[in-house]
Structures are given as structure tokens and as C-alpha cells.
């Protein structure tokens, strides 16, 4: 039900569809609060993640998504149904962030030593306006360093599922080249994964777990792509010992 992985100090856990309580067609473990799914289940299905993971519901951090780059720097516990309006968030507090996805890539930071963690909601508009750099720049400012960041890339569409047209591909390989790809039946196509391991690296984060999960092609993940009216996975990151 949960992927998870520890990697110097930083947890990163990925879930899947099954375990939770939502029914057809959100069915089992939606986490999106903003896809028509009943509130009820998605606030259950979010404590039932937590308690897998150890974590206290009231200490993981959730964003209203925009597909953009704007960071939040969060300080403090988030008050029930106030998530900021971004695509990144960043604390230096005992904390978990989540990323909700269902075909973006789903970017998750971590610097231990500097008690950092940070997370990105990677998709087209994002990854072209620069979500991840951005992220990097706002851990910087709390004390990371980018050669001490463990980062991890979550189950995404990959380049051989995700086609776009042509000109859309042009646009966005000429703000991040290493995103142009092709389908596996030969149309224009864009690498969301890829091009966000290339601005890790840019970046100079030099550890990096990655996700072979394509969410279009497995019928365990959440795939907008697919589904259209479908939940949302979400990925999680954070320090230390699991907060209790």
C-alpha cells in the first residue's frame, strides 16, 4: 500500500490506490481534497496513511497545488484546511511535507545534517517555471547545502506514456532539454521525471532515489491521464525519527 524508503536520516514514503476508504471511482486511498471525493473519506484515508507512517496527521504539511513555482516556508503546525496556494513547501521543523500527484512528478528533498526538508508538485507548467530550482534555493536559505540533499522522485507518467504536441514539446525541452522525449509509438512527448533529475543535478544534488513507477501504466497508482475523474497519490518526506 505504502512505498517507503529511509536514506541518510530522510524518510520518503510513496503511496499507492489501495488501503483506504474511498469508493468508485476514487477508490481506495484518495488523498486529494479537491477532486469531488467525500471530505469525510479523504480526512480518514489521510490519518489512516499517517498511522502507517508514524506520523501524527496534524504534523504533515499539504498544499493547494497551482502548478507554478512559488515556495512556502512553513514554521509551524498547518491549521485544518488553510494549505497555501503552491507548488513547494520547505520547513527546518520536525514536520512532514506531502506532494499530491496523479501523472506530475512528485519531488521530495531532504538535508539531514542541516534539518532541512523540502518538497516539490513537478508537473509540465511547473517543471518549465522552475518549481525545483526554486525548492533547492528556499532549502538553501534555511542552511541546506545542495551536496548534502538526498532527493527522491515519486511515481510519475513517464516520458514513453506522456504525449504532447509537438510545438508544446519544442516549448518546453527549450527551458529544460533533458524533458524532450518520444512515445513508445513514435509521437512527440515529454520526460517530466527526466528533466527533473537534470535540474537536481544542475542544482549539484548528487543522491537521488527514483521511482520506476509510470502512473499511467500501472493500475496500482492514481493516473489522471487514464481516468480523468480519479484520487490523487500523495508522496511524503521527512527527518529523523518518525514523528509520534
Not at 73 to 98: F, K, M, S
Not at 163 to 182: I, N, Q
Not at 213 to 236: I, K
Request: glycine letters at 10%.
Amino acid at each position: 500500500m505504502i512505498d517507503r524508503t529511509s536514506r541518510n536520516g530522510a524518510h520518503f514514503a510513496f503511496t499507492t490506490r489501495w488501503g483506504g476508504v474511498s469508493t468508485s471511482p476514487y477508490g481506495e486511498l484518495n488523498l486529494g481534497g479537491a477532486v469531488g471525493d467525500d471530505p469525510a473519506a479523504v480526512r480518514e484515508n489521510r490519518a489512516i496513511t499517517a498511522r502507517w507512517l508514524g506520523l501524527d496527521p496534524a504534523d504533515v504539511v499539504w498544499m493547494n497545488q497551482v502548478h507554478g513555482a512559488e515556495v512556502a516556508v512553513v514554521t509551524e503546525r498547518q491549521p485544518a484546511g488553510e494549505a497555501p496556494a503552491v507548488d513547494a513547501v520547505v520547513t527546518d521543523r520536525p514536520l512532514a511535507l506531502a506532494v499530491l500527484t496523479a501523472d506530475c512528478t512528485p519531488v521530495l528533498l531532504a538535508d539531514p545534517v542541516a534539518g532541512v526538508a523540502g518538497a516539490a508538485h513537478a508537473g509540465r507548467p511547473g517543471l518549465a517555471a522552475g518549481v525545483v530550482p526554486a525548492v533547492i534555493a528556499a532549502m538553501v536559505g534555511l542552511g541546506a547545502e545542495p551536496g548534502r540533499i538526498t532527493a527522491a522522485i515519486g511515481p510519475a507518467v513517464c516520458g514513453r506514456c506522456y504525449e504532447v504536441p509537438a510545438a508544446l514539446r519544442a516549448e518546453v525541452a527549450g527551458l529544460v532539454p533533458a524533458a524532450y522525449a518520444e512515445t513508445s509509438w513514435g509521437t512527440p512527448a515529454l520526460d517530466l521525471p527526466e528533466g527533473v533529475a537534470a535540474q537536481l543535478a544542475a542544482a549539484g544534488v548528487t543522491e537521488l532515489v527514483r521511482s520506476s513507477v509510470c502512473t499511467l501504466e500501472s493500475s496500482d497508482h492514481y493516473s489522471y491521464r487514464r481516468e480523468q475523474r480519479t484520487g490523487r497519490l500523495a508522496s511524503y518526506v521527512w527527518l529523523g525519527s518518525d514523528i509520534s
